[in-house]
Each structure stands twice: as C-alpha cells, then as structure tokens.
C-alpha cells in the first residue's frame, strides 16, 4: 500500500514537471520590457464595424518606443514596435495642448449609431492626461485633428519592426 501511494506520488510530481516543462515556449523576438520610468504617452485604438474599417491599436511610450497591432483591414497585421524621437514626444504635448484635447469629454456617444468604429484615445503629460472614447460620426473637430495627429506620425517610411508577442 505504501509503496503504491509512493509511486503515485512520484508519478503525479514526474507528469508535472514533464507538462511544466512542456508549456514553456522559446520566445525570439519578445516584447521589450521597458523601464519603470517609461510611460504611456498617447494610446489610439480602432475597433472593428461591420464593414472594411482598419483596426489597429498604437502605444506611444515616454521613451519613444512605440508598439503597433493591426487587427484588420489595414497594411501590415501583427505586432510591430519602432522608436519616435523626443521631438515627436513634445510635439504629442504641444499638439494636445493647441487643440485642446485636455479639457475634451471623456466620451462622445451616438446612441442610434450602430455600425461605426469605436476609437479610444488618450494622451498624458507630465503634467496633465486625458482619455476619450468616440462613438459617433460628430465629435469635436478638435479630437479628429489630435487622432489624425497620432496616426499622422507614422508613414511609408516609418520601420517597422515585428514583434513576437507571444508571452509566458
């Protein structure tokens, strides 16, 4: 009896360790971790609508770095980092601050629109931060000219680098 609960029990630590070390997977390209003093300076995302809308998401961190996943229905799908200048950086703040985008709502709701993309954007400062959800075809001119701003850093010649984004 003993000898049988013995062997079970080495047999359930032995299967353990074997699932253990199976679930682990070599990881090539990962995603940078990045400093603790590196913040998220602005954040723009695209939903999906029922029809060819690009679907995307861009993280702009304090130190340049940016990470990019497309979803759909845009050029380049999967997770893709490059690296703005501190220039860039400045010119998010002083953008922000020009347009207003600070005292912004944090939401712009169009409860009858149903097929339109949801676009979330945020933006922060040392100073200041602000966050706003669109869902309507009339926000404030001011939100469509800080959401193009964003985009508008990124163009043909933008390197793109892919990422593996496959974590632990």
């Not at 013995?6 to 199976?22: E, G, H, P």
């Not at 060819?52 to 845009?74: D, E, F, Q």
Request: hydrophobic share 35%; proline share 6%; glycine share 4%.
């Amino acid at each position: 009896m003993i000898a049988t609960s013995y062997r079970l029990t080495v047999s359930i630590i032995l299967a353990f360790i074997f699932l253990s070390a199976c679930s682990r997977k070599q990881q090539t390209n990962p995603i940078p971790e990045l400093s603790t003093g590196d913040s998220l300076v602005a954040y723009i995302e695209k939903s999906p609508c029922f029809g060819k809308c690009p679907t995307y998401s861009i993280h702009i961190y304090r130190s340049g770095y940016t990470l990019y996943n497309g979803k759909s229905n845009v050029a380049r799908i999967g997770m893709y980092s490059t690296w703005l200048s501190m220039s860039n950086i400045k010119d998010i703040w002083t953008t922000a601050d020009k347009l207003g985008y600070w005292g912004l709502s944090h939401e712009y709701r169009d409860p009858h629109l149903t097929d339109f993309p949801t676009i979330r954007s945020s933006v922060a400062s040392p100073e200041k931060d602000n966050h706003v959800l669109r869902f309507t075809t009339d926000p404030p001119a001011e939100l469509i000219k800080m959401e193009d701003f964003i985009d508008g850093l990124f163009n043909d010649e933008t390197v793109w680098i892919p990422v593996n984004s496959e974590q632990n």
